[in-house]
Structures are given as structure tokens and as C-alpha cells.
């Protein structure tokens, strides 16, 4: 049986590359006897759906005239897709806003359209690192002290915020914006100057920025598999081990070579291991996610401290997800085939039978 599914590529963020890299990935191992059908999105908001399916070993170009049709607005896109394509579930591979924030989410479940991951309402609070703070504090979850300010972005003086977060969570402190992705909008602060240059990048560009006091200690990722309600399972724990910069940025994520990840991690004993992933498995249902998510975490001489939790973790070649479930016995193409068929059994809707392989 085969299940046609809309494979969601780039979008209007700034992570747009990166979900390309992920999609040349997930299409590589994607098993195209019950999975198929691409659609690009670009960075003005168009979506280009394929006019075929894709069959066993053919390449996929986003955005390629000769195959796409667009650019088309996402109803009209998604209106083809399901009368003409027969689409029965969708993949969003997008990071970041209007892709990883609910939005698209929104759009699939106005369609009845079941899709692979958290639902909108989990999508949007999981990117909002603010909101995401609020709802695991009430749980108890541990995390690094924060100063959440009141005044917006876009208004924010560095004079006087800066004097707020040194009083609230000390120096050095970490700055970040509220809806974001891959380390963008994530920057040190020791000064009023550094604060005040953070503001000027990101002013009209987020809405809202917090700070949390910098940790010391190691770390590691955990990933999670399951709906909430159902079986939910984490997955092993990953160390994250920075060559060169001081700590996982953009380009320690994305660069070959340029970070170790150790499974397990190091120094961490099997007892401080369960407890880690038994914090990511709290988090994960603290949000009703669904299908997976990754929460990442500092672990100091406290224990694990939670950073924040990804409702759509990456998928390109050096990405922690696959890294973590291959070690769980789930290679790619198995967890590609686990994760659809969560999605798809959620919405109560039949799954593809396997192939041989």
C-alpha cells in the first residue's frame, strides 16, 4: 500500500538552507514504495508542489519548473495536493518561524491533513523559548535562571536592560530571542555594548528576548519518540562537544567535524543518563508533543537543566535525531517509517505496509 505524502522543504525562515540540507536527506532514505511527493516552499511564502510523485532514485531539485507547479498560495497548493495528489499525510521538514512555530500545522489540521510531529498548538509554544520557560516551570522542570523582560524588543534600552539581567541572573549571561531556531538569535553577553549590538540585529526582526545565567557543564540532547497518551519512549543520550567554539553554535552544528557527539556522553553515569531522559520524556509530554521532539540540556554539578525543547529536529547528515535513534537500533529509513506512522495512526488513518528491503 502506498501513502502519498507532502514532504514540506525550505520555508521563510532564516534555518531555510538547513531545511533543504535535511529534506536531501530524508528524501536519500524516504521508501519511496509507500512515501512520496515533495513540495518546496521558498522564502517569499510560495509552495511549488510536484505535478508527480516521485519514484525509486529520482533526484529532487527544489522549485524545478519542469516538475513544480507554482509559486501557489499554501490553500491552493494544498488543494491540489489533496484532490489532485491524493496526499494523506504530510511531513514538514521546516525549522524555524512559519514552518516549526505551528503555523503550518494550523493550516494541515484545517485541511484534515495528518501530520508527522506536535500539533499547532505544541508547535507554537515549544519555538517561543518564553512560553516553553513558563509552562516547564510550573512542573518544576530545572532550568538556568532567566530574566524575562517586560518591555519588547523593539522598545528594549541596553542601559537599562542590561542592569536588569546583570541584578537578575549575573554576568556572563546568555541572550536569545523568543522564536528561534539552530542557535540563530543566541549570543554571550558580558557588557552593555554586546547587549546593545544583540538589540540592533534583532530589533523588528522577533518581538520579545529573554536572558538565562550561562551554565557550566556538559552538554547533551535528548530525543524522544511517541504521541503523548500513547507508548513515548527517549532515546539515548547524545554529547555535544564543540572543536573550536565555545558552544553549540550555527556553524558547530552544521560544519562536518567541527563538534563530537559521543553516544553515550562522557563522564555521565547510566543512573544520570535515566534522568535526563526521563526529564526530555517530562518535557515532551509537559508540551503534548507528538511523534518527536529533542530537548536539549546543560548538565551541571546540580544535574540535567533544561534549554529548550524541538518539535522539529534536524535531519541532515550531521544532525543529533538520527545520530541518537540509529543508536536505538532505528536507522533512518526506520525512524523516516516510525515517525509517519505515528502520524498517521494519531489521526486514526491506516499505515502503508512495509516493503522488503
Known sequence: MVVDIAVLAGGRSPEHDISLR??????????????????????????????????????????DPARARGPQRPGTALDF??????????????????????????????HDLPCVGSGSAASAVAMDKIRTRQVLETLGV?????YVPRTPLLRADAAVEFAQLRAAVGLPAFVKVDCSGSTVGVQPVRTEAELAAFFAEFRGRFRRWFAE?????????????????????????????PVKDRFFTIEAKYTP??????????????????????????????????????????????????????????????????????????????????????ALARAGRPVAARTAR
Not at 512520496?36 to 509552495?47: A, E, K, T
Not at 489532485?84 to 493550516?107: K, M, N, S, W
Open 81 to 110: 495536493l489533496l484532490d489532485h495528489a491524493q496526499v494523506q499525510v504530510a511531513l514538514p521538514i521546516l525549522h524555524g518561524p512559519f514552518g516549526e512555530d505551528g503555523t503550518v500545522q494550523g493550516l494541515l489540521e484545517l
Open 213 to 241: 545565567a550561562q551554565l557550566v557543564g556538559e552538554e547533551i540532547t535528548v530525543g524522544v519518540l511517541g504521541n503523548t497518551g500513547d507508548v513515548v519512549r527517549a532515546l539515548p543520550a547524545v554529547g555535544i562537544y
Open 142 to 146: 530545572p532550568m538556568a535562571r532567566g
Open 257 to 342: 567535524g567541527a563538534t563530537e557527539e559521543v553516544i553515550p556522553p562522557r563522564g555521565m553515569s547510566p543512573a544520570q543518563i535515566r534522568v535526563a531522559q526521563e526529564l526530555a520524556v517530562t518535557c515532551h509530554e509537559a508540551l503534548v508533543c507528538d511523534g518527536v521532539s529533542r530537548t536539549d540540556m546543560i548538565v551541571d554539578h546540580e544535574g540535567p537543566k533544561v534549554l529548550e525543547v524541538n518539535t522539529i529536529p534536524g535531519m541532515t547528515g550531521t544532525s543529533l535525531l538520527p545520530q541518537a535513534a540509529a543508536a536505538a537500533g532505528l536507522p533512518f529509513p526506520a525512524l523516516l517509517d516510525h515517525l509517519l506512522e505515528l
Open 22 to 63: 535535511s529534506v536531501a536527506q530524508v528524501l536519500a532514505h524516504l521508501d519511496r514504495s509507500r512515501w512520496r511527493w515533495p513540495v518546496f516552499l521558498d522564502r517569499d511564502g510560495g509552495w511549488w508542489p510536484d505535478r508527480q510523485p516521485l519514484s525509486g532514485g529520482t533526484g529532487w531539485t527544489p522549485g
